[in-house]
């Protein structure tokens, strides 16, 4: 087991807490002890960055010196905003070494630790999407997706800005469709995959909001896709939880399940539906576990 410091952040720690707990499940099945980080706060997201940059460092670097005080080189998240916001403040202070005297010293004024500016930050899909670990994530999903046809959704803070995301082609991704093809799912293309979902400005422009989360739901849909996989639980609240008003204000159904990217690879390597709380989605899941209970049933035929 490859121990690693793993920050939720607050999204997937409340209002999301069942991507927090799928990931936590799927961790071992990984080869991963989990690190939990529990005396940290928010990130910021970009509210804090755009009102104080400054005191938006000193958030993130509190985070960063907590992992490198659990004993781990690495911090593990599961969330586009967090990614963004930790991998820019760990190059910030692991390339300035005054700022990160005067950060420290602010820190250590706080009653916090201090960080030494070695701390590498990843995402899940990056640690699952490429090598060895993408073999690995094949041998252990036996509970295929049997040719599901699966939406990848990366959004838009996982991939920008380049020269600090820097896992892949902003332009042309592909971790997310090889994740899905590892677990037996079809990849679906589609434009608007890259697009931001209108999260971030969702209650200040409700209508422009709604119209960017439209796009990539109804350009899926058209694809043919059954479901949708998203890297970011900001993502999957605005995907899930603000389909229903998207569909009021359009009069007419979409209906497309999201799947957080852990509780994706965590059915595939079989976890039961219960254990990765599908229940808490708005979106129902019925119909797209339906389809894989009958693929996997020896009475249809079907079986694996």
């Not at 990130?43 to 104080?52: K, N, S, V």
């Not at 000193?58 to 992992?67: C, D, F, P, V």
């Not at 586009?80 to 910030?92: E, G």
């Not at 699966?150 to 892949?168: D, I, T």
């Amino acid at each position: 087991m490859t121990r690693i410091a793993y920050y939720k952040g607050c999204v997937a720690g409340l209002s999301a807490r069942e991507l927090d707990a799928s990931t936590k499940l799927l961790a071992p099945k990984l080869g991963l002890e989990l690190i939990d980080l529990e005396s940290v706060t928010c990130c910021g997201a970009g509210d804090i960055q755009m009102a104080d940059p400054d005191y938006a460092l000193h958030l993130n670097a509190r985070i960063l010196a907590e992992a490198e005080h659990a004993g781990s080189d690495t911090l593990l998240t599961i969330c586009n905003v967090c990614t963004l916001n930790l991998r820019q403040a760990a190059w910030q202070l692991g390339n300035d070494e005054k700022l990160r005297s005067r950060v420290n010293e602010n820190l250590e004024r706080s009653g916090a630790r201090p960080y030494s500016g070695k701390v590498e930050v990843t995402h899940l899909l990056w640690l699952l999407a490429r090598g060895e670990a993408l073999e690995r994530l094949a041998e252990i999903a036996f509970k295929k997706l049997d040719g599901l046809r699966v939406a990848p959704y990366y959004g838009c803070q996982l991939l920008r800005p380049s020269n600090l995301m820097g896992f892949e082609d902003a332009d042309r991704p592909t971790s997310l469709e090889s994740v899905i093809e590892a677990c037996g799912g079809e990849p679906v293309d589609y434009p608007a995959k890259t697009r931001c979902c209108g999260f971030p400005i969702l209650l200040a422009r409700e209508q422009t909001s709604m119209a960017e989360l439209a796009r990539p739901l109804e350009q899926a849909l058209e694809a043919g896709a059954e479901a949708m996989v998203t890297s970011c639980p900001l993502c999957h609240l605005s995907l899930d939880a603000w389909q229903k008003s998207l569909e009021r204000t359009e009069g007419r159904k979409l209906g497309l399940p999201i799947f957080h990217l852990s509780q994706l690879v965590a059915l595939a390597a079989g976890l039961e539906p219960s254990q990765l709380q599908f229940s808490r989605h708005v979106v129902s899941l019925g119909p797209v576990l339906s389809k894989l209970e009958r693929v996997d049933d020896p009475s249809t035929g079907c079986d694996r």
